[in-house]
């Protein structure tokens, strides 16, 4: 059965807490200014745990293993933390350790069961592992335990893998509540750019174009610049028939990204899957362009043109591949 409603979300937004900028910050992608209001945090107390594990989750969300690893064991030298470790399971998982891993959120949980990163990482490891009814039942359950601040994280891993569990069983209930979840954590935090293209990649074959569409313009309005809301918009655009705003679309995001190939190669099969093989061409030899030799952009011509029956222009290529 599906959740009861429930009160919605109280983000304070103005907050003067470090802590609570850190983390408002790291939603909206200022990663410099997070890493400044964790440092706040810490020159008022020098031993403040939760400031470790927020400058941890940063740096390891910027790949920075080195600096996160060192402020988790900061954090754990003042005392054992659930935050810290579940920082450190994080990243032994990345490692590919995961018994370390295990270990470290074992550890965490015996401090408090019910803390957001403990319930975050069981719920993850749950679907790592393709449990994915029992990770919805902890994303169900943390979504409404958690802080305010951290629920939208908490909300988004529910309605992942309500996704994945409707697509895996045909559950219609799953699907709705998917769709119902990302929703919420849109209408509550709507400058998370990364909910945006959750919520396009895992609803795409499960929602209607039309509230893929509804989706993609909100967060397209939001994040302008985006690459990956507009490549996820196109589809549905072109699904509800809005097939020149997809060209246009389309059209603009070749040219903000003309040297990203695997992008343009994602709108070139677009086009060629609605009947667009000229356009589709245009691109891949724009994308030739560019990117001179690249045998990705070789390949897919290669592709292109024996799937359209063009054996010169495919011996070409072919001659161009190393």
Excluded at 34 to 39: F, L, M
Excluded at 132 to 137: F, H, L, N, S
Excluded at 262 to 271: H, R, S, V, W
Excluded at 282 to 310: C, E, F, M, R, S
Aim: charged share 25%; net charge negative; with cysteine.
């Amino acid at each position: 059965m599906s959740p009861e409603p429930t009160r919605a979300f109280d983000i304070d937004w103005e907050s003067d807490d470090p802590l609570v900028r850190g983390q408002l910050h790291m939603y909206t992608k200022q990663y410099e200014l997070a890493e400044d209001a964790y440092a706040a945090a810490l020159d008022a107390d020098p031993h403040c745990v939760e400031a470790y594990s927020g400058l941890a989750r940063l740096h390891f969300l910027l790949y920075n293993i080195g600096k996160a690893w060192e402020h988790t064991s900061k954090g754990l030298a003042i005392a054992p933390n659930s935050g810290c470790l579940h920082a450190m399971a994080a990243m032994l998982t990345l490692l590919s350790d995961p018994a370390g891993a295990r270990q470290r959120i074992a550890q965490a949980e015996a401090l408090d069961p019910e803390h957001s990163l403990v319930m975050l990482a069981k719920g993850r490891i749950l679907a790592s592992e393709g449990h994915y009814e029992q990770a919805v039942e902890v994303f169900r359950a943390s979504s409404e335990r958690v802080p305010d601040l951290v629920k939208p994280i908490h909300l988004l891993n529910l309605s992942v893998n309500l996704a994945e569990l409707a697509r895996r069983t045909g559950s219609r209930e799953a699907r709705h509540e998917a769709i119902e979840g990302f929703t919420r954590v849109l209408d509550c935090n709507a400058r998370w750019e990364f909910a945006y293209v959750a919520a396009l990649s895992s609803l795409k074959d499960l929602a209607d174009a039309a509230q893929l569409v509804a989706i993609a313009e909100r967060g397209y309005a939001e994040f302008p610049q985006s690459p990956a809301i507009a490549f996820l918009a196109l589809r549905p655009l072109i699904q509800v028939g809005r097939v020149e705003d997809a060209l246009a679309l389309g059209t603009a995001l070749a040219d903000r990204c003309r040297n990203d190939v695997p992008l343009l190669i994602g709108l070139a099969e677009i086009l060629y899957e609605y009947d667009g093989a000229d356009e589709a061409e245009a691109l891949l030899l724009y994308a030739d362009q560019h990117n001179p030799h690249n045998p990705a952009v070789a390949k897919g011509l290669i592709a292109l043109y024996d799937a359209t029956q063009q054996p010169e222009k495919k011996a070409k290529w072919e001659r161009e591949l190393p």
